[in-house]
């Protein structure tokens, strides 16, 4: 089964701006919360979420299509029981990749992010990545090789969402530290507020595609 180009644009388009995993989804709020302090923090924890994102639509769909719903596999519903607990393995493994590498190639950054990185485990945009499309893309019709680029596909674009959604938020955050704010309203109230108000304006992209 083919994609024309019009389905590949509506699922970059999609999952950049109308289903936003954050400001959409309401998906992984806190890294968006948490790590949108600084410009910098927030580019570094969103290629970290766009390798582990990509990563692990890859391997969890290999492991879902090509292990769990394999003809000689399948009669042991291994779909139905495991699917949820390989995938967080996978994701767990990923994200140890991850901190291995920024400890020893950008300690900076590293520590920057802080108690954010290795959260990236629990994070649900990550899971969700992998579970929202994945009994579409499953489908008999699709070959492996078509379901494991939709899937890719699927991560790549989700995580750029995300990116763009903690780069945004980054900015403005950046920008109110030197607003002049009520007392009451400094640190997540006003985070909070502008998190809302992001959402709403991204809003706007519905119905474009």
């Given at each position: 089964?083919?994609?024309t180009?019009?389905?590949?644009f509506?699922?970059?388009?999609?999952?950049i701006?109308?289903?936003?995993?954050?400001?959409?989804?309401?998906?992984?709020?806190c890294p968006?919360?948490?790590?949108?302090?600084?410009?910098?923090?927030a580019?570094?924890?969103?290629l970290?979420?766009?390798?582990v994102?990509?990563?692990?639509?890859?391997?969890?769909?290999?492991i879902y299509k090509?292990?769990?719903?394999?003809?000689?596999?399948?009669?042991?519903h291994?779909?139905e029981y495991?699917?949820?607990?390989?995938f967080?393995?996978?994701?767990?493994?990923l994200?140890?990749f991850?901190?291995?590498?920024?400890?020893?190639?950008?300690?900076a950054?590293?520590k920057?992010?802080?108690?954010?990185?290795?959260?990236?485990?629990?994070?649900?945009?990550?899971l969700?990545?992998?579970?929202i499309?994945?009994?579409?893309?499953?489908?008999p019709e699709?070959s492996?090789?078509?379901a494991?680029?939709?899937q890719?596909l699927?991560?790549?674009f989700g995580?750029?969402?995300?990116t763009?959604?903690?780069?945004?938020?980054?900015?403005v955050r950046?920008?109110l530290?030197?607003?002049?704010?009520?007392?009451?309203?400094?640190?997540?109230?006003?985070?909070?507020?502008?998190?809302?108000?992001?959402a709403?304006?991204?809003?706007?992209?519905?119905?474009?595609?």
């Amino acid at each position: 089964m083919e994609w024309t180009f019009t389905e590949y644009f509506a699922l970059m388009f999609g999952l950049i701006f109308t289903q936003n995993f954050v400001l959409s989804q309401f998906l992984g709020l806190c890294p968006f919360f948490g790590v949108s302090k600084k410009r910098d923090s927030a580019v570094g924890m969103g290629l970290a979420v766009i390798f582990v994102m990509t990563l692990a639509s890859v391997v969890t769909m290999l492991i879902y299509k090509g292990l769990f719903l394999n003809p000689s596999l399948e009669k042991y519903h291994m779909a139905e029981y495991l699917d949820i607990a390989s995938f967080i393995l996978v994701i767990a493994s990923l994200v140890q990749f991850v901190e291995i590498v920024l400890k020893k190639l950008a300690p900076a950054l590293y520590k920057s992010l802080g108690i954010f990185l290795p959260l990236i485990t629990t994070n649900c945009a990550v899971l969700g990545v992998t579970q929202i499309k994945l009994t579409e893309f499953a489908r008999p019709e699709y070959s492996l090789a078509q379901a494991v680029w939709l899937q890719s596909l699927y991560g790549i674009f989700g995580g750029i969402g995300f990116t763009l959604a903690l780069y945004l938020m980054a900015g403005v955050r950046e920008h109110l530290e030197t607003a002049m704010i009520p007392e009451s309203m400094k640190g997540m109230p006003i985070a909070v507020i502008s998190g809302c108000c992001m959402a709403l304006a991204f809003f706007g992209f519905q119905g474009f595609v």
